[in-house]
Protein backbone atom coordinates (compact mmCIF):
# COMPACT_ATOMS: atom_id res chain seq x y z
CA UNK A 1 0.00 0.00 0.00
CA UNK A 2 1.45 3.65 -0.74
CA UNK A 3 2.27 6.24 1.81
CA UNK A 4 -0.30 8.47 1.93
CA UNK A 5 0.32 11.64 -0.09
CA UNK A 6 2.34 15.09 1.74
CA UNK A 7 4.19 18.11 0.10
CA UNK A 8 7.68 17.56 0.01
CA UNK A 9 8.52 21.06 1.86
CA UNK A 10 6.53 24.02 2.88
CA UNK A 11 7.81 27.36 3.70
CA UNK A 12 6.20 30.78 5.38
CA UNK A 13 7.21 33.35 7.32
CA UNK A 14 7.75 34.38 11.08
CA UNK A 15 3.70 34.92 12.38
CA UNK A 16 2.03 33.35 8.78
CA UNK A 17 -0.23 30.45 8.38
CA UNK A 18 0.47 27.60 6.95
CA UNK A 19 -1.31 24.57 5.81
CA UNK A 20 0.11 20.76 5.13
CA UNK A 21 -2.16 18.48 3.02
CA UNK A 22 -1.92 14.91 3.51
CA UNK A 23 -4.11 12.80 1.02
CA UNK A 24 -5.12 9.82 1.25
CA UNK A 25 -8.08 6.99 -0.10
CA UNK A 26 -11.60 6.53 0.58
CA UNK A 27 -10.13 3.39 2.45
CA UNK A 28 -7.71 5.30 5.19
CA UNK A 29 -8.17 9.28 5.64
CA UNK A 30 -11.60 9.20 4.04
CA UNK A 31 -12.99 6.08 5.62
CA UNK A 32 -12.04 6.86 8.97
CA UNK A 33 -11.50 9.77 11.68
CA UNK A 34 -8.27 8.22 12.67
CA UNK A 35 -5.82 10.87 11.39
CA UNK A 36 -2.96 11.79 12.84
CA UNK A 37 -0.21 14.62 12.94
CA UNK A 38 3.05 14.36 14.17
CA UNK A 39 6.51 16.58 14.67
CA UNK A 40 10.03 15.13 14.36
CA UNK A 41 12.64 17.25 15.11
CA UNK A 42 16.41 16.27 13.88
CA UNK A 43 17.54 12.74 15.77
CA UNK A 44 14.76 12.95 17.71
CA UNK A 45 11.57 11.22 18.30
CA UNK A 46 8.52 12.10 16.65
CA UNK A 47 5.75 14.02 18.81
CA UNK A 48 2.57 13.72 18.83
CA UNK A 49 0.76 16.69 17.87
CA UNK A 50 -3.29 15.93 16.56
CA UNK A 51 -5.25 12.36 17.11
CA UNK A 52 -8.22 11.84 15.23
CA UNK A 53 -8.30 14.82 12.88
CA UNK A 54 -8.57 17.71 14.88
CA UNK A 55 -7.90 16.78 18.94
CA UNK A 56 -4.86 17.93 20.77
CA UNK A 57 -3.10 16.31 23.28
CA UNK A 58 -2.50 18.55 26.49
CA UNK A 59 0.38 20.27 26.24
CA UNK A 60 0.12 20.83 22.60
CA UNK A 61 -0.23 24.66 21.53
CA UNK A 62 -3.19 25.60 20.17
CA UNK A 63 -1.97 27.26 17.02
CA UNK A 64 -1.67 23.69 15.95
CA UNK A 65 -5.13 22.43 14.28
CA UNK A 66 -6.44 19.25 11.98
CA UNK A 67 -8.94 18.97 9.80
CA UNK A 68 -10.23 16.68 7.05
CA UNK A 69 -12.57 17.26 4.05
CA UNK A 70 -12.84 14.02 1.71
CA UNK A 71 -9.93 11.73 1.35
CA UNK A 72 -7.46 14.69 2.17
CA UNK A 73 -6.50 15.76 6.25
CA UNK A 74 -5.09 19.09 6.77
CA UNK A 75 -2.62 20.49 9.29
CA UNK A 76 -2.45 24.13 9.86
CA UNK A 77 0.18 25.97 12.18
CA UNK A 78 -0.75 29.74 12.88
CA UNK A 79 1.65 31.97 14.47
CA UNK A 80 4.88 30.47 12.74
CA UNK A 81 7.68 30.73 14.88
CA UNK A 82 11.35 29.56 14.35
CA UNK A 83 11.06 26.26 16.51
CA UNK A 84 8.35 25.06 14.19
CA UNK A 85 10.70 24.34 11.16
CA UNK A 86 10.90 21.08 11.13
CA UNK A 87 9.24 17.75 10.07
CA UNK A 88 5.82 16.33 10.23
CA UNK A 89 4.40 13.53 9.81
CA UNK A 90 -0.04 12.45 8.86
CA UNK A 91 -0.81 9.13 9.90
CA UNK A 92 -4.08 7.47 9.25
CA UNK A 93 -5.82 3.74 10.13
CA UNK A 94 -6.37 2.05 7.10
CA UNK A 95 -8.50 -1.32 6.17
CA UNK A 96 -5.98 -2.58 4.37
CA UNK A 97 -4.21 -5.47 5.57
CA UNK A 98 -1.83 -3.32 6.81
CA UNK A 99 -3.74 -1.62 9.07
CA UNK A 100 -1.53 1.98 9.78
CA UNK A 101 0.06 4.21 6.85
CA UNK A 102 2.02 7.08 7.43
CA UNK A 103 2.57 10.05 4.92
CA UNK A 104 5.74 10.63 3.17
CA UNK A 105 6.54 13.73 5.29
CA UNK A 106 6.69 17.47 4.80
CA UNK A 107 9.53 20.15 5.55
CA UNK A 108 8.87 23.25 7.15
CA UNK A 109 10.62 25.71 6.11
CA UNK A 110 10.05 29.52 8.33
CA UNK A 111 11.60 32.49 7.17
CA UNK B 1 6.14 10.36 33.40
CA UNK B 2 6.10 8.30 30.20
CA UNK B 3 9.23 6.67 29.53
CA UNK B 4 9.90 3.75 26.68
CA UNK B 5 13.73 2.79 25.88
CA UNK B 6 14.37 0.71 23.52
CA UNK B 7 17.52 -1.68 22.82
CA UNK B 8 19.30 -4.50 21.13
CA UNK B 9 19.96 -2.81 17.97
CA UNK B 10 23.14 -3.00 16.52
CA UNK B 11 24.90 -4.28 13.15
CA UNK B 12 23.67 -7.83 11.27
CA UNK B 13 24.25 -9.10 8.47
CA UNK B 14 21.70 -9.95 5.73
CA UNK B 15 19.57 -13.33 6.82
CA UNK B 16 20.88 -13.02 10.29
CA UNK B 17 18.39 -12.13 13.39
CA UNK B 18 17.93 -9.72 16.10
CA UNK B 19 15.65 -9.31 19.22
CA UNK B 20 14.56 -5.62 20.09
CA UNK B 21 13.51 -4.89 23.28
CA UNK B 22 10.74 -1.69 24.69
CA UNK B 23 10.54 -1.13 28.88
CA UNK B 24 7.92 0.61 29.39
CA UNK B 25 7.01 2.58 32.49
CA UNK B 26 4.85 5.59 33.82
CA UNK B 27 1.53 4.42 32.82
CA UNK B 28 -0.36 1.10 33.05
CA UNK B 29 0.87 -1.15 30.28
CA UNK B 30 -1.28 -3.99 30.04
CA UNK B 31 -4.04 -1.06 29.56
CA UNK B 32 -2.47 -0.02 26.10
CA UNK B 33 -1.88 -1.42 22.67
CA UNK B 34 1.81 -1.11 22.03
CA UNK B 35 3.46 -0.50 18.70
CA UNK B 36 6.55 -0.84 16.62
CA UNK B 37 7.52 2.44 13.83
CA UNK B 38 10.85 2.55 11.77
CA UNK B 39 12.63 4.68 10.24
CA UNK B 40 15.41 4.44 7.51
CA UNK B 41 18.10 6.83 7.23
CA UNK B 42 17.12 10.48 5.78
CA UNK B 43 13.70 8.62 5.19
CA UNK B 44 9.80 9.38 6.51
CA UNK B 45 8.31 6.83 9.20
CA UNK B 46 7.15 3.46 8.48
CA UNK B 47 4.95 1.29 10.92
CA UNK B 48 6.22 -1.74 11.13
CA UNK B 49 3.97 -4.08 13.64
CA UNK B 50 1.57 -2.97 16.77
CA UNK B 51 -0.56 -5.26 19.59
CA UNK B 52 -3.29 -5.08 21.61
CA UNK B 53 -3.00 -5.07 25.59
CA UNK B 54 -3.81 -8.55 25.85
CA UNK B 55 -2.10 -9.19 22.56
CA UNK B 56 -5.52 -10.54 21.03
CA UNK B 57 -4.96 -8.81 17.99
CA UNK B 58 -1.40 -8.57 15.95
CA UNK B 59 -0.94 -7.22 12.86
CA UNK B 60 2.21 -6.47 10.40
CA UNK B 61 3.38 -4.18 7.55
CA UNK B 62 3.11 -5.93 4.27
CA UNK B 63 7.31 -5.99 4.13
CA UNK B 64 8.17 -7.76 7.27
CA UNK B 65 5.29 -10.30 7.40
CA UNK B 66 6.15 -13.87 8.17
CA UNK B 67 9.52 -12.57 9.03
CA UNK B 68 9.44 -10.15 12.24
CA UNK B 69 7.29 -11.27 15.21
CA UNK B 70 6.24 -8.64 18.12
CA UNK B 71 5.50 -9.99 21.54
CA UNK B 72 4.54 -8.51 24.94
CA UNK B 73 5.26 -9.83 28.83
CA UNK B 74 2.88 -7.41 30.44
CA UNK B 75 4.46 -8.85 34.12
CA UNK B 76 7.51 -7.02 32.33
CA UNK B 77 5.95 -4.06 31.13
CA UNK B 78 7.98 -5.26 27.80
CA UNK B 79 7.65 -5.41 24.22
CA UNK B 80 9.91 -7.27 21.62
CA UNK B 81 10.25 -7.67 18.24
CA UNK B 82 11.97 -10.63 16.81
CA UNK B 83 13.36 -9.72 13.73
CA UNK B 84 14.39 -12.44 11.72
CA UNK B 85 15.55 -13.02 7.78
CA UNK B 86 17.19 -9.36 7.43
CA UNK B 87 17.65 -7.23 5.00
CA UNK B 88 19.15 -4.40 4.13
CA UNK B 89 16.48 -2.55 3.72
CA UNK B 90 15.37 -3.18 7.07
CA UNK B 91 18.18 -0.97 8.51
CA UNK B 92 16.47 2.01 10.34
CA UNK B 93 15.91 3.66 13.69
CA UNK B 94 13.29 1.28 15.63
CA UNK B 95 11.03 3.29 17.50
CA UNK B 96 8.83 1.84 20.10
CA UNK B 97 5.39 3.87 20.73
CA UNK B 98 2.63 3.91 22.86
CA UNK B 99 -0.53 3.29 21.12
CA UNK B 100 -4.12 4.95 21.63
CA UNK B 101 -5.38 0.88 19.93
CA UNK B 102 -4.54 1.42 16.67
CA UNK B 103 -5.30 4.51 15.92
CA UNK B 104 -2.26 6.76 16.88
CA UNK B 105 0.92 7.08 18.83
CA UNK B 106 0.85 9.04 22.18
CA UNK B 107 4.74 8.45 23.07
CA UNK B 108 7.53 7.12 21.43
CA UNK B 109 10.84 6.33 22.81
CA UNK B 110 14.15 7.68 21.39
CA UNK B 111 15.00 4.51 19.31
CA UNK B 112 17.24 2.09 18.45
CA UNK B 113 19.33 1.68 15.56
CA UNK B 114 19.72 -1.27 13.60
CA UNK B 115 22.17 -1.97 10.32
CA UNK B 116 21.50 -4.83 8.58
CA UNK B 117 24.78 -5.27 6.41
CA UNK B 118 27.63 -7.51 5.43
Known amino acids: QSALTQPASVSGSRGQSITISCTGTSSDVGGYNYVSWYQQHPGKAPKLLIY???NRPSGVSNRFSGSKSGNTASLTISGLQAEDETDYYCSSYTSSSTPVIFGGGTKLTVV | EVQLVESGGGLVQPGRSLRLSCAASGFTFDDYAMHWVRQAPGKGLEWVSGISWNSGTIAYADSVKGRFTISRDNAKNSLYLQMNSLRTEDTAMYFC???????????WGQGTLVTVSS
Open chain 2, 97 to 107: AKGNSFRYFEY
Open chain 1, 52 to 54: DVF
